[in-house]
Every structure is written in structure tokens, then in C-alpha cells.
């Protein structure tokens, strides 16, 4: 394939899938027979288009990529394919990434970095970099990082040094204590990559952990054009391994590092399907590495998704392929194909996720919360997300089966097919199956596999149990948002997930700051809650005053805010209440709507007004807020020096670390303050 192939296909994000070789070294005679790959894993051309690949015997559940790389096809053949054309876009102003996912040991980092004798995608990269810069004129530089389980990203190529800062600055993302090195030699690189190695290797081991810490490992390739501006960027990235927790050790810490781990893989795996899919809402803030990757994920830029797969039988190989495949399912043949592939999806993801529940019930919950009346409460807020669960799960169950029914002609066709063995994949699509049972029931719970539910969940005892794990020092940091954020929440894929999150975020609620997010900010000391500065309380008294005088001049159009200007209340003038009557007979609100409007300009107006403190208060003055301790305080006026006004919406309050559930919990305490 060239460049014009990835052109043509006009595709933003391609996924393709690899399946790892074995290893030739001594850890060779501890792997499983090559034969073993041909019993799992086989690919089949369906027609020029489409390409199956079927895993055992069953053919019945299959995986959509755009190609499948077999054991014997290796890494150059790979690059000339895949990231060759991606280089070429690169100077042409491009942004791309490139991103190796898939369980452990499934060989992500054999593909990007490779080894001395078989150079990884990363390494042919630079070769190719090297050689068009030195005919160009244009220049390359490289920076390393990592983004460690706690969401921490960190400079390899300096690694005493704080996490790296990242904003967002003119539509590009900022890295501040990011180091970037020229390169000129592959040997500067190599030298480079084995620094950057040894200081990610060199993280020390968990305590009581049995094995090293996970992190995800970036590479990045700026590409400057003559005049020393900025042209592209090119990442690499070796995500972490996907391991499915319950298989972890019973350590607590394991757990929550492990989950906080998927968490990140899912959330990357999701914004890339949600480009795939041109969805209006992508998730970048859900993850660091969304947040890193944002510039070179979005616009123009080309994303290649490596699924790596391992040879033998591994079940978050499947769960990891499940996800990578809804990427390219758009392109597909949408009607009988998209439905069962999405199903089958459905069913992977659920069936490798519902043993993942801990029966036990009380004792932690207990230990955590204390009160019997908060558990209940989160047992509530569980069961009713999981009733309005269960009634989405049903409904698509229900009109998965009908498309199947509805399709049964041309399934039996595929089946023919599928059935006719191994062939060579030379087509551009690819669909994978892992030999699950075509009756086995799945779940699905909307078209596009957004919402699902275990089937194995039937009552409130399962469910108590369902909650238990949740409410386990594991969601010792999670991310918060609340049931109705949930119900609303586009990316919430799975059941188990779906309550994992309510949970977390009340418990974490309790834990409020326990654990800074903060980049720049990881100290795990609790930030104290000083009272709202004086600022903020001339606000809140300005606008109580407003409120219980209800002068007209409050009665704005919705979704107007009122002008910070206007806070100081003021005896209206005629005319204005001449205006303002007019402007009451024009709308004729009823009396609820009237006080609606005015609880949102009140609402508009503090936010506005404490994005301007934020914006404009000294250190010391920042520090009297909730949530700001002082190295959040640092952080903010160091963010003000790259950007004058870093803070234009709450949400960019998420860059200083604050969830949405802080933030959320920070306003509602100032408009509290109103009445205090
Ligand atoms: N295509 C291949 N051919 C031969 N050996 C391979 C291949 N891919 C990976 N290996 C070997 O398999 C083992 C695991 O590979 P690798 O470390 O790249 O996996 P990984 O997915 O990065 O693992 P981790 O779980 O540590 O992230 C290594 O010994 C590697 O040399």
C-alpha cells in the first residue's frame, strides 16, 4: 500500500491487527507451539473488500480491522505499508499517531521499538526521517514521556524532573518541562530510546505488587520546516498492556493501578472510534493520554491503531481487538455485518468483564463509607442506573435479533465462507472471529454497542455485589460524575463500567482531593478547604442581594449571561425598566420560567466571575479557593505565563487536575455560600 491507498480510502483512523510472532530467544522454550496460533487465529479473504479472520473452529464472532499481519510478516513490511504514508504526511503538515495496543506480551513493544536486529516502527520512522530531512532542509527533534497509573506524565529523556505540564494553547497542546532533543543520526536516536528506556524500566516495583508498574510510553517526532516552525508532529505510542483485573493479584493497590490503567486504554480507544465515527463529542479529557495525543488525534491528523495479538488463546486479546474493530466498522457494510459484528463486540466485552465482580458484599463498603445510610444511597443510585441499564440491554438484545433474523439469507453466506479455511489476506479489510457460539446470548444495548448490560445481572443481591467491588479502595481516584452524567455519558460502554463509575465518584467524593490529579501537582496530601476568598464573597453577597431584591434588571433573555459588569446591583432607571417591562411583555414567562432564567443568569454570572479570579488573582489570593493548595496555585500562574487566559470554561479547570465532580462540588459550594 502507498501513500494515495491511505489517501483514497480517505480514512482517519486505520486499524490494523498483527498477530505476534514468537520469540527466538531463550523465553522462546517457555512459549506455547507455533501450531497453536494457526488453532487460535486464521484469516480468511472474504472479497476484495472484506477479509475474515476466524480464531479456532467458530467462526461465528468476527472483529473488523482493515488488515491482519500474520506471525511471518514483519516489521518492515509493516512500516512500508502502514507508516510510511504517515511520514510522507507529516511533511506535508500532518499530524499522526501511531498506537500499539493489545494484552500483555502481545509483542506493542517488539512493533514500535523493535530490537537490535528487527527495528521497530518507531526506528524505521526516524531512518526514513532522517533521510528526506537531510534533502529537504527540514528538521526533526524527539521527546520521550511516559504516563504512569496515576495519570502522571513524566519526561523520560529527564526524569527527575516534575510531570510534564500539558495545556492547551492556540489549539495546540503544550508540553512544558517536555524535553526536546535534535536528532541528526539514528545512532542520537538510538542512544536516545535506550535513555528513555532505562528510565521507564527503572521504575521501581510496587510494593507487594508482583511485577512492575504499567505505563504507557509516547514517543514524539517534531518536524520543523526551514524556518524552525513547527510543522507536524508524529507519536508513537506503546500503551500499556490491557489485563483484566480479576486475574490480577487480590493486592488493592494492583487493582486500583490496573483499572486505572484500562481505564486510560479504553478512553484512547474511544476517542478514536468517535473520530472514526465523526461524532460531534470527543472524549479528550477523559484520559492524560487523550489529552496529550488531542492535536495530533483530531483535525487532519491520521491515526494507525495496531491491535497486537497474541498467538495463543487470551481473552483480553479478544476484548482489546473488540474495541480496536468498532473503528472501522463505519466503512463496512453496514447493515447485517455492522450489526452482528457490534453484537458480538457486546457480547466479548461483557462476557470479559461480568467475572470481574467480587461476591462479598458489606465488609468493605462498610469499612469506606462508615454510614449504612450513605451505602444504601449508593445502592439506590446503583440499582436505578442499572434498571434504566437492563431496559436498554433488553431493547437491543431484542433488535440485535431481529437484524440477525432479518439477515439470515446472507449470514448463512458468510458462513460458507468463513468456513473455507485459511486464505491470504490481501484484501484491505479484515474481519477477525474468536470462536464464540453463534446462540450464546449477548448483550447489546444500542446500535452502536454505547450502553450494555451483563445478562448474568438479574437481581439485587447480584447487584449489591456489583456495587461492593465498586466501593473497594481500587476507585481510590476515580474520575466523578454523577447517575445523570452517566445516563448521558456516550462512551459508558459496558454495565460493570457504568456502575463502577457512579460508585467511584461518590466514593471519591467522600475522598475529595485525597489524591491529586494535578499534573504538577501529585502530592497526596488532603487539601484543606480554606473559605471562599473574599472576592467570591463580595460576589455571592452582591448577588444575594440581586436575588432577594429582584429588581427587573435580572430578567434576561435565557442562556444570556449577565454582564460581570452589572453584579453591583443598582437602582434601575426608568428607562431601563421601561425596556425591561417591554421586554417581560414580549417573553410573557410564566412565573417558573421567569425565576428559571434568573437562577441561570445568577448561575452564568459566578462562573464568569470565578474564571476571572482564577484568571487574574495573585497566589495568594488563589489559595483561599476550595480545591487550590499551593501547588495548584503554582501551577495556575505558571499556566497564566504561557497563556494569558488559561481558564474560559470550567472544563478547562480539568487541566489543573479538578474532575468534573469537584468542579461541579466547588461551584455548588460558592452558590451555597449565597445563602450562608
Ligand atoms: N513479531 C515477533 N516475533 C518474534 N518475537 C516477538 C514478536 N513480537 C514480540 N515478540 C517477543 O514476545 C515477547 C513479548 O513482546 P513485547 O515485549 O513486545 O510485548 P508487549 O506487548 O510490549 O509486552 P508488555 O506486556 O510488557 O507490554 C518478547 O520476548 C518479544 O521479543
Not at 225 to 248: I, P, W
Not at 579 to 590: P, V
Request: proline share 4%.
Amino acid at each position: 500500500m502507498d501513500s494515495k491507498q491511505f489517501d483514497r480510502a480517505s480514512r482517519k483512523v486505520r486499524v490494523v491487527a498483527r498477530i505476534r510472532g514468537f520469540s527466538v530467544g531463550p523465553e522462546a522454550n517457555s512459549e506455547p507451539s507455533a501450531s497453536r496460533a494457526v488453532e487460535w487465529v486464521s484469516v480468511n479473504r472474504e472479497n476484495l473488500d472484506d477479509v475474515t479472520i476466524s480464531f479456532g473452529d467458530q467462526s461465528s464472532s468476527r472483529y473488523l480491522v482493515d488488515y491482519c499481519y500474520k506471525e511471518d510478516e514483519d516489521n518492515e513490511l509493516i512500516y512500508s505499508r502502514e507508516v510510511k504514508p504517515l511520514v510522507s504526511a507529516a511533511f506535508d503538515g500532518h499530524n499522526c499517531t501511531v498506537i500499539a495496543h493489545g494484552a500483555r506480551g502481545s509483542g506493542k513493544t517488539h512493533i514500535i521499538q523493535g530490537s537490535a536486529e528487527r527495528p521497530g516502527l518507531a526506528v524505521l520512522a526516524i531512518t526514513e526521517f532522517l533521510s528526506v530531512t537531510e534533502q529537504n532542509g527540514k528538521s526533526i527533534a524527539v521527546s520521550f514521556y511516559e504516563v504512569d497509573h496515576q495519570e502522571r506524565p513524566m519526561d523520560l529523556l529527564n526524569p527527575e524532573k516534575p510531570p510534564i505540564l500539558v495545556f492547551e494553547d492556540r489549539s495546540r497542546i503544550q508540553f512544558k518541562g517536555l524535553t526536546q532533543v535534535p536528532v541528526k543520526s539514528i545512532e542520537e536516536f538510538q542512544n536516545l530510546y535506550s535513555s528513555a528506556c532505562f528510565a521507564l524500566k527503572g521504575a521501581p516495583k510496587k510494593g507487594g505488587c508482583e511485577r512492575v508498574h504499567r505505563s504507557h510510553m509516547g514517543l514524539i517526532v517534531h518536524v520543523f520546516s526551514h524556518n524552525g516552525s513547527l510543522l507536524s508532529k508524529v507519536n508513537f505510542v506503546d500503551l500499556a498492556s490491557y489485563e483484566d483485573a480479576r486475574k490480577k493479584s487480590s493486592d488493592v493497590s494492583c487493582l486500583a493501578e490496573t483499572n486505572k490503567i484500562n481505564k486510560s486504554i479504553y478512553a484512547l480507544l474511544n476517542v478514536c472510534h468517535a473520530l472514526s465515527t465523526n461524532e460531534s463529542r470527543v472524549a479528550y479529557r477523559e484520559s492524560k493520554i487523550t489529552r496529550m495525543l488531542q492535536d495530533s488525534l483530531r483535525g487532519t491528523s491520521k491515526i494507525l491503531l495496531i491491535s497486537c495479538l497474541n498467538p495463543s488463546f487470551c481473552q483480553d486479546t479478544i476484548y482489546m481487538v473488540s474495541l480496536a474493530s468498532r473503528s472501522c466498522h463505519w466503512i463496512h457494510r453496514a447493515s447485517l455485518d455492522s450489526t452482528k459484528i457490534s453484537a458480538s463486540s457486546a457480547k466479548q466485552m461483557v462476557n470479559s468483564h461480568k467475572n470481574q465482580i467480587p461476591k462479598s458484599v458489606s465488609g468493605t463498603a462498610k469499612k469506606l463509607y462508615g454510614s449504612s445510610k450513605l451505602l444504601d444511597k449508593k445502592v439506590v443510585v446503583a440499582k436505578k442506573s442499572a434498571i434504566k441499564g437492563r431496559k436498554l440491554f433488553d431493547e437491543a438484545s431484542n433488535s440485535a435479533t431481529k437484524a440477525e433474523k432479518d439477515n439470515s439469507l446472507s449470514e448463512t453466506g458468510n458462513d460458507v465462507i468463513l468456513n473455507s479455511g485459511v486464505e491470504k489476506n490481501t484484501g484491505n479489510h479484515v474481519v477477525i472471529n474468536f470462536g464464540m457460539e453463534k446462540d450464546d446470548s449477548f448483550s447489546k444495548a444500542s446500535e452502536n454497542g454505547k450502553h450494555m448490560q451483563d445478562d448474568s445481572i438479574q437481581d439485587d443481591s447480584s447487584l449489591n455485589a456489583n456495587i461492593e467491588v465498586e466501593l473497594n479502595p481500587l476507585a481510590d481516584e476515580g474520575i466523578l460524575v454523577d447517575e445523570e452524567d452517566h445516563q448521558k455519558d456516550p462512551y459508558a460502554s459496558n454495565y460493570s463500567e457504568a456502575l463502577s463509575k457512579i460508585v467511584q465518584e461518590d466514593h471519591s467524593m467522600n475522598k475529595e482531593n485525597n489524591n491529586s490529579r494535578a499534573i504538577g501537582d501529585h502530592s497526596s496530601a488532603t487539601i484543606s478547604s480554606p473559605p471562599i476568598s473574599s472576592q467570591l464573597r463580595d460576589l455571592s453577597n452582591s448577588l444575594k442581594m440581586l436575588y432577594s431584591s429582584t429588581p427587573s434588571c435580572m430578567q434576561i433573555p435565557e442562556k444570556e449571561p449577565i454582564p460581570l459588569d452589572i453584579v453591583e446591583p443598582k437602582t434601575p432607571t426608568i428607562e431601563q425598566n421601561m425596556s425591561i417591562n417591554r421586554l417581560d411583555a414580549m417573553n410573557a414567562k410564566s412565573p417558573w420560567e421567569t425565576f428559571s432564567m434568573r437562577g441561570s443568569g445568577m448561575k452564568s454570572s459566578l462562573v464568569q466571575e470565578y474564571l476571572r479570579f482564577l484568571n487574574t488573582a495573585n497566589k495568594e489570593e488563589l489559595k483561599k479557593l476550595k480545591g487550590i493548595g499551593e501547588k495548584r496555585a503554582t501551577f495556575i500562574l505558571e499556566l497564566r505565563e504561557e497563556s494569558p487566559e488559561p481558564f474560559k470554561s470550567l472544563d478547562d479547570l480539568k487541566d489543573i487536575g479538578l474532575s468534573a465532580k469537584q468542579i461541579k462540588g466547588i461551584m455548588k459550594k460558592e452558590v451555597g455560600e449565597l445563602f450562608s
